[in-house]
Each structure stands twice: as structure tokens, then as C-alpha cells.
């Protein structure tokens, strides 16, 4: 197994998550940018600054970007 700090599970809630603010701004005809891509360029050595950590930083903002939209007043 992979040093890197991307569980499976973790992978998973983040793409869960995605699916669920994507479904829901749909609903709402709220337009998100699109999610972060997951890395392809990990060397699974656990290094200082993984490209996973990135990643999740991106999605921690992603998914805050998309509640604010989410959560924005109509515009009347």
C-alpha cells in the first residue's frame, strides 16, 4: 500500500461528496466549477507536501466554494 495520505476512503467521501453538491446545485440551477482532478503523479513515498495533500486542500475549497453558491440568496 501506498505511503501517500489518500485512503480509499477518503477518496471516496471526497467523490461522494462532489456527487452530492453537484446533484444538489443542479437541482437549484447553480452553475460549479468543476472538482479538482486527483493527482496523477504520486511516487508513494509519503513526502513532505504529497501531491495528496494538495488535493485535499483543493477539495476542502471546493467544497466550501460550492456552499457559499449553494447557500447565496436569489438574486432578485
Known sequence: MSACPAPPSARDAA????ATLRARAGAQG???RAPPPEPTACCGRGCNGCVWEAYYAAVAYWQQEALDKLHKPAAA
Request: net charge neutral; hydrophobic share 100%; proline share 0%.
Open 30 to 32: 447553480v452553475v460549479l
Open 15 to 18: 467523490l461522494a461528496m462532489f
